[in-house]
């Protein structure tokens, strides 16, 4: 079966910086590219970024360009999302997702999520 | 960036009740539409990909259409189960576009 583990997380005051791993299993994961998808508390759901197949392409929602960084180790089935300089609007559960198909691409497994509270 | 527009925001209905949703996007997106479940503390479950195309493992009550800019879900005969709340995302033309969720619909008894 596929699935997705999440880890990291936590509380971290505004300013510093985390990483947020995601571990694949179950399908070949260097076909797939994953997204990571964030949800403030109560609120709805937001694109975070997104790395393509072979680690060579990676996009960011505009909120956070220049602060996240998404990376993977295929020969590890590992998604990483480094958050720096964190805010308090960042505060989210945080998912990794597999991308499946083409035009359109959706998102069929998910990880359960990981909180990130930014908080002093 | 594209915008989604859910309507209802929220709903109530009964088990038993027919329920359609309905998702706009700001721009002409072909078919390029999904839809999600999320219960409480959990994450979103794919129901429906390509505005009409229904997941593995979905009940057939959950059906889409549309194309365009405006789309539905119809869930045809609420279950007990079925009572969460639902989100569209668009995935037309990313990059560069960004995919965007709906702000979500709130199924509740």
């Known amino acids: 079966q596929v699935h997705l583990v999440q880890s990291g997380g936590g509380v971290v005051q505004p300013g510093r910086s985390l990483t947020l791993s995601c571990a694949a299993s179950?399908?070949?994961?260097?076909?797939?590219?994953i997204y990571w998808v964030r949800q403030a508390p109560g609120k709805g759901l937001g694109w975070v970024a997104a790395?393509?197949?072979?680690?060579?392409?990676?996009y960011y929602a505009d909120s956070v360009k220049g602060r996240f960084t998404i990376s993977r180790d295929n020969s590890k089935n590992m998604v990483y999302l480094q958050v720096s300089n964190l805010r308090a609007e960042d505060t989210a559960v945080y998912y990794c997702?597999?991308?499946?198909?083409?035009?359109?691409?959706?998102?069929?497994?998910w990880g359960q999520g990981t909180l990130v509270t930014v908080s002093s | 960036d594209i915008q989604l527009t859910q309507s209802p925001s929220s709903l109530s209905a009964s088990v038993g009740d027919r329920v359609t949703i309905t998702c706009r996007a700001s721009?002409?997106?072909?078919?390029?539409l999904n839809w999600y479940q999320q219960k409480p503390g959990k994450a979103p479950e794919l129901l429906i990909c390509?505005?009409?195309s229904l997941q593995s493992g979905v009940p057939s009550r959950f059906s889409g259409s549309g194309s365009g800019t405006d789309f539905t879900l119809t869930i045809s005969s609420l279950q007990p189960e079925d009572f969460a709340t639902y989100y569209c995302?668009?995935?037309?033309?990313?990059?560069?576009?960004?995919?965007?969720f709906g702000q979500g619909t709130r199924l509740q008894i």
């Open positions: 721009q002409i997106i072909s078919n390029y």
């Open positions: 997702a597999r991308s499946t198909g083409n035009n359109p691409n959706y998102f069929d497994y």
């Open positions: 995302q668009q995935a037309y033309n990313f990059p560069p576009t960004p995919p965007t």
């Open positions: 790395i393509w197949p072979d680690g060579n392409n990676k």
């Open positions: 390509a505005a009409s």
């Open positions: 179950g399908f070949i994961f260097s076909n797939h590219a």
